[in-house]
């Protein structure tokens, strides 16, 4: 079946740090490919999506390229800051349905 | 604020009850989606329902239904309960599907078993 593999956390980065949270998936079609991220308390809100591939999604300094020849969608950034702290999931939106990584827990120190 | 609402936010029962979770999508959203959150086991997806249809089902018991009323609001109810059914649920929605588009997630219920 689909899946999404993510590695695995705690990730823990000095503010201005550079990150890289890996994703890669298996499915039988042409998924999407999504990041969400969960804050503290919260529900899960979208971070960037890409829908075919070699599409880069983007959002608030985050990228992510959809690789297909990799199966990849690897999310980064340049310079994390406090506020980025939270869980990061990866996911593929396929038949109608989403699969989630495990999740990722980012935790960024001043 | 994504819009979607879910009640209760917490809910402490005991083994062998039944609870009932409520869940408002998104104004205009047609789909509905539950998914369960546990520490073991990640982000589950139960069950999808689109228009009052059940459109997709996932690792969902037989423990556990759900449906979606003609107002688009949504229940999902869990009978029989297991200390193993401790869990943050999480109800989303959209207005198609999630192939080319967004899921909009509420807060969540969470269930806490004895």
């Known amino acids: 079946g689909d899946s999404v593999t993510q590695m695995e956390g705690p990730v823990t980065l000095s503010e201005e740090a550079f990150l890289t949270i890996n994703c890669t998936y298996t499915a039988t079609g042409y998924p999407s490919l999504f990041w969400y991220v969960q804050y503290p308390g919260e529900g899960l809100q979208l971070l960037l999506k890409a829908t075919k591939a070699d599409d880069k999604g983007s959002n608030k300094g985050f990228e992510a390229t959809y690789r297909k020849e990799t199966t990849s969608f690897h999310l980064e950034k340049g310079s994390v800051q406090v506020s980025d702290s939270a869980v990061y999931f990866c996911?593929?939106?396929?038949?109608?349905?989403?699969?989630f990584g495990t999740g990722t827990r980012l935790t960024i120190i001043p | 604020d994504s819009g979607v609402t879910q009640t209760p936010k917490h809910l402490i029962t005991a083994t062998g009850q039944r609870v009932t979770l409520r869940c408002s999508p998104r104004s205009g959203d047609l789909s509905v989606y539950w998914y369960q959150q546990s520490l073991d086991q990640g982000l589950q997806f139960l069950i999808q329902?689109?228009?009052?249809?059940?459109?997709a089902k996932g690792n969902i018991l037989e423990r556990f239904s759900a449906q979606q009323f003609p107002d688009l609001h949504s229940e999902l109810n869990l009978s029989s309960l297991e200390l193993g059914d401790s869990a943050l649920y999480f109800c989303a929605s959209s207005p198609s599907t999630v192939n080319t588009g967004e899921l909009f997630f509420g807060e969540g219920s969470r269930l806490t078993v004895l």
């Open positions: 996911a593929l939106g396929l038949n109608e349905k989403l699969t």
């Open positions: 329902y689109y228009n009052g249809e059940e459109r």
